[in-house]
């Protein structure tokens, strides 16, 4: 490839590679989560222990995320690339993703062998820690500063349009099998990734000594871990409610279309969104989302579900779920461009682990409930973001 990042703005090619690198991902974690607690019973565990399990997955996730953008950040630094430690762990998530179902299919499930699937499962988990943040790192060098929240909005759109069909993935991929399913899910990851790699550009060597010494942006990681953690409450109360609420309304249990059609729209606006954060910017348009999605939360609570306020969530939330990366990419230096991605999937993960642990029947939090611990979990991001802004220097020629 020889294509330079100085004669356009955004390289298009490449980020809609990397969008269907996020889609790989999230139709991998749709599969997991969709046959979890069937291979669990299949191997004569509870339901439940997927719930746990979870939550452990989530806990290491935390501490592995920003711990292997950091790596890939000194990989790209003396290997001129991050690609050695993405290829790892997309060969490795790949081949366990395939064990995964094979395991349960071919192995008897005595109580010397139960142990080993969650480890699997776990395993797997793990391995998708060390490729993630390091390939979404990647759209720092596919976009201008000024122009990212746009390149971002295709990666946005790719994941969320495959994450909207949740609420009805049990009905069409539980009738392929596990062995089907999981290949699938793993050859899809594996192509994504190689044309990934055939796409990304020559990358810029680091010159190790010459390169200017950078103080460790300590404090931009914390304001960014803040930001992840308020953001995934913000949004699994956000969820919780919108679902309580349309059920209550609608008296019927099932309302899947309707939130797979609230996914597409928000999945939808993710381009507008990151139109409108280009021409004001993208902090400031982050914090137009959530001034605009925390009333609605509330008002969901007291009046129900209103065309008025389904379209202010739509809009509100796109913005902040479009502007996140972003955000994480122009608080750090480019040298750290990893470690800051990884922050944030990292507050993100500590904050769904936590999620769990302290709710584990979630059917319990009343819609009031929801709605204002929501409220303050994106007021929470809403504080990091404005701090961030105060003193913020240029980062985009920092190595």
């Known amino acids: 490839m020889t294509t ?33 607690p069937q291979l669990l019973t299949q191997f004569g565990f509870p339901a439940s222990f997927a719930i746990g399990l979870l939550v452990v997955e989530n806990a290491l996730g935390a501490v592995l995320e920003p711990l292997m953008g950091g790596f890939s950040d000194q990989t790209r630094r003396w290997v001129g690339t991050r690609f050695p430690f993405i290829s790892v762990g997309v060969i490795l998530a790949s081949a366990l993703f395939i064990a995964i179902p094979c395991f349960v299919s071919l192995i008897p499930p005595t109580m010397i062998l139960r142990s080993l699937l969650p480890i699997t499962l776990v395993a797997w988990a793990l391995a998708m820690t060390i490729f993630r943040s390091p390939a979404i790192c990647l759209l720092g060098m596919y976009s201008t500063p000024a122009e990212l929240p746009l390149a971002a909005s295709i ?14 993935a049990n009905k069409y991929i539980l009738n392929l099998g596990p062995v089907l399913t999981f290949a699938i899910g793993s050859f899809v990851l594996l192509g994504a990734v190689a044309a990934l790699r055939f796409v990304n550009p020559p990358e810029t060597p680091v010159d190790r000594h010459n390169a200017q010494i ?22 699994r109360f956000l969820m919780d409610v919108l679902g309580k609420v349309l059920k209550a309304q609608l008296n019927t249990d099932n309302i899947d279309m309707q939130m797979v059609g609230i996914g597409i729209a928000i999945a939808v606006a993710s381009i507008p969104a990151g139109m409108f954060a280009v021409k004001i910017g993208n902090r400031q348009a982050m914090l137009c989302g959530i001034c605009a999605t925390i009333p609605a939360l509330l008002m969901m609570a007291f009046i129900g579900v209103q065309i008025p306020i389904i379209l202010l969530v739509i809009a509100g939330f796109s913005l902040i779920v479009n502007g996140v990366i972003p955000f994480a990419l122009a608080l750090v230096p480019q040298r750290w461009a990893g470690l800051g991605i990884g922050t944030y999937f990292g507050g ?19 819609p009031f409930l929801g709605a204002v611990a929501g409220a303050m979990a994106f007021f929470l991001a809403g504080v990091c973001i404005v701090v ?3 003193s913020q220097a240029p980062t985009s020629a920092e190595i």
Do not use: C, D, H
């Open 214 to 235: 950078i103080e460790f942006p300590l404090q931009k990681l914390a304001l960014i871990l803040g930001t992840g953690f308020g953001v995934a409450w913000g949004i």
């Open 155 to 168: 990666v946005s759109l790719a994941g969320g349009l495959i994450g909207a069909f949740r609420p009805i």
């Open 388 to 390: 961030s802004g105060i």
């Open 348 to 366: 993100f993960a500590a904050a769904m682990s936590l999620f769990g642990a302290v709710f584990p029947q979630p059917q319990t939090i009343t």
């Open 4 to 36: 330079s990042k100085s004669s356009f703005n955004i390289l298009w090619v490449q980020v809609w590679v990397l969008a269907a690198v996020q889609g790989a991902i999230t139709l991998s974690w749709l599969i997991y989560n969709t046959y979890l």
